[in-house]
């Protein structure tokens, strides 16, 4: 029962470890760089404790396992080695095989925890999900959060069920096949509960952050602040078997040094991999559209596997539901759209209306299983005043069409929880932070954050327990003919996807698009003449078309009319010949298989 205690703390000039109830704090050894140790006996997995500062205050450890109490509470002791993993034949499976469901542990089950979504793991899996994604589970204010206000990395929230029920729910996972992403925050930490300043130079002064001071990425001390998030990001691959990490806002880590934070985070995961024999991935949020993220690093590139490319959802988003205000001011064009498939950005190095300057640089040349795309997702819904779905601003049928193109694209397709049995449920912005300052400072800043947008009224209250409640999942709806109708549709797709070869989504140079009358899209994956045309009308309208571009026939897959996912009434033949009219109604989405003459 000997633990050891290490911590960085510089600015300390002494440091002390207060032990469970124990009365007087026991001083710890000062180390070279700042850091300080202590080798302590009888000290069991569950022990509590906290550091002793020079400020007389006792504040709980920057690298806490589990804090049972919340942010302002003891940190507990944690024995990583006690859990028998029994996913040892698990290697992961290949990036461009990834199917991601990203996820809310609080609102995706009932109960709001780890068990609760374990629970529902099967459902996934018929569905034909191959990843779940978790949005951040490190400890934050309360039990009410995103989790991009966490203010202990290491720690796993203790609402959800802590560490030993991510374990869990891992294991569960992997033995159902199912991959893990885990969203982690490194661009800024949360305020409340947030003691990492009293220790160390976590901070620079050189920037500012949409949340406030910079972390310390370049500056004076920064080392021991990269060493800190690096491993972070290997903890959670190594203690419990994460399988990828989702970095949040990469744009927001400011770095100008000549290796910059995500490089080095690359080398440090390759060397984990290299270690452990299994594959390791990293996933970038940017708003910059820069292919350099996913450049490699012996191109001289920061070496994420993969990245987010919202143009796709903003595309997709503005021609369905007509909205232009805020940065959708930039979408709204079907030709967008045509472009979004050829090469995943539509600004590249294009002048943005709402960015008043050119921004981006093209991503042609770089495999589409690099990058990340959805018509859903907590950013893009949550961040709406009233955290309206898809489904709520269109119609079932332009739902279907945006999910058919997602599916099917080149890319790396994600849902959003309930996307796939339309639930109609909001999904809010929600806090439950203890400091009625900052309750009040979030609640004038939402409001402050609409500004750009025409939506009318007030936002509901952040802070409200009843607002966190109306974004739970209803799977009470589930079951009932309309959801399963659209789950049946995602999951003909999503079948589509895994059986055919073309939707393998290694390179660019075999996809080709044509645009008729600036609103019916045909994409072709693969090579004429066994190819897969994907059929788009992308208006309120119907449309006529003629496929001219082929010999021999076409066999229809799928079609978005179907009466088995809620259309209503096929669209087209089961069978197209060269030449042939055909006609599709408003946000029609249908794939065929082309053959060869005989």
Same mark, same amino acid.
């Given at each position: 029962d000997v633990c050891d205690f290490h911590i960085w703390a510089p600015l300390q000039n002494q440091?002390?470890?207060?032990?469970?109830?124990?009365?007087?704090?026991v001083p710890m050894q000062q180390l070279e760089k700042g850091y300080w140790s202590l080798q302590a006996e009888q000290v069991k997995p569950g022990t509590r404790y906290q550091y002793h500062?020079?400020?007389?205050?006792?504040? @709980?450890?920057?690298?806490?396992?589990?804090?049972?109490?919340?942010?302002?509470? @003891?940190?507990?002791?944690?024995?990583?080695?006690?859990?028998?993993w029994k996913d040892g034949s698990w290697q992961n499976i290949p990036l461009e095989q990834y199917?991601?469901?990203e996820m809310h542990t609080g609102t995706f089950s009932p109960q709001g925890t780890f068990t609760g979504v374990r629970e529902k793991l099967t459902v996934l899996k018929e569905l034909g999900i191959t990843a779940i994604e978790l949005m951040p589970v490190a400890q934050f204010p309360g039990s009410r959060n995103w989790g991009y206000d966490g203010a202990h990395p290491f720690a796993v929230q203790n609402s959800y069920g802590g560490p030993q029920a991510l374990k869990q729910l891992v294991d569960e996972a992997h033995a159902l096949g199912l991959a893990v992403i885990l969203d982690v925050v490194y661009n800024h930490m949360g305020p409340e509960g947030n003691y990492l300043g009293e220790y160390g130079h976590y901070y620079t002064g050189k920037y500012n952050t949409p949340w406030g001071k910079a972390l310390n990425f370049d500056d004076a001390y920064s080392d021991e602040v990269r060493y800190y998030f690096i491993q972070n990001a290997l903890y959670w691959m190594?203690?419990?078997?994460?399988?990828?990490?989702?970095?949040?806002?990469?744009h927001a880590i400011c770095d100008l040094g000549a290796k910059h934070f995500l490089a080095e985070l690359a080398e440090a995961k390759a060397e984990l991999s290299a270690e452990t024999g299994r594959p390791f991935y990293l996933i970038a949020e940017s708003n910059q559209n820069d292919p350099r993220m996913v450049t490699r690093l012996e191109k001289n590139g920061w070496g994420m596997d993969a990245q987010w490319s919202d143009d796709f959802h903003h595309c997709f988003h503005t021609v369905l539901s007509g909205e232009l205000s805020g940065y959708y001011m930039d979408y709204g064009q079907p030709k967008q759209i045509q472009k979004v498939f050829e090469e995943s950005f539509v600004y590249s190095g294009d002048y943005s209306p709402f960015r008043k300057c050119r921004y981006g640089r093209s991503a042609k040349g770089?495999? @589409?299983?690099?990058?990340?795309?959805?018509?859903?997702?907590?950013?893009?819904?949550g961040n709406r005043m009233l955290g309206e779905r898809l489904i709520s601003l269109t119609s079932p049928e332009a739902a279907r069409l945006a999910a058919g193109a997602m599916l099917l694209s080149s890319y790396l397709p994600m849902l959003f929880m309930g996307e796939e049995y339309a639930e109609s449920a909001p999904f809010l912005y929600f806090i439950s932070h203890g400091?009625?300052?900052?309750?009040?400072?979030? !609640?004038?800043?939402?409001?402050?954050?609409?500004?750009?947008?025409? *939506?009318?009224?007030?936002?509901?209250?952040?802070q409200s327990t009843d607002t966190f409640e109306k974004c739970?999942?209803? *799977?009470? !709806? +589930?079951?009932? @003919?309309?959801? !399963?109708?659209?789950?049946?549709? +995602?999951?003909?797709?999503?079948?589509?996807?895994?059986?055919?070869?073309?939707?393998?989504?290694?390179?660019?140079?075999?996809?080709?698009?044509?645009? !008729?009358r600036s609103h019916v899209l045909t994409v072709t994956r693969g090579n004429l003449p066994r190819a897969v045309v994907l059929i788009m009308n992308l208006s309120d309208t119907a449309q006529t078309y003629v496929i001219d571009d082929f010999s021999g026939t076409a066999k229809v897959m799928i079609d978005s009319s179907d009466t088995w996912w809620g259309g209503d009434g096929k669209t087209l033949p089961q069978s197209i010949l060269p030449g042939q009219n055909i006609n599709l109604p408003a946000w029609h989405f249908s794939a065929l298989q082309l053959k060869e003459e005989s």
């Open positions: 440091l002390k470890i207060l032990i469970d109830d124990q009365k007087e704090a500062l020079d400020s007389g205050e006792n504040r @709980p450890d920057p690298a806490s396992f589990f804090q049972p109490e919340g942010v302002h509470g @003891p940190s507990e002791v944690v024995d990583h080695h006690s859990h028998t199917i991601i469901y190594r203690h419990f078997h994460i399988d990828a990490l989702r970095l949040d806002a990469v770089f495999p @589409p299983s690099q990058f990340v795309v959805s018509v859903q997702n907590h950013d893009q819904t400091d009625k300052g900052l309750v009040k400072a979030v !609640q004038e800043g939402r409001r402050e954050e609409f500004n750009s947008f025409l *939506w009318q009224g007030d936002p509901p209250d952040p739970k999942l209803g *799977w009470e !709806q +589930y079951k009932q @003919p309309g959801p !399963q109708a659209m789950f049946a549709y +995602y999951k003909k797709l999503i079948s589509l996807r895994k059986n055919l070869p073309h939707f393998l989504g290694k390179d660019f140079s075999r996809v080709h698009t044509t645009m !008729q």
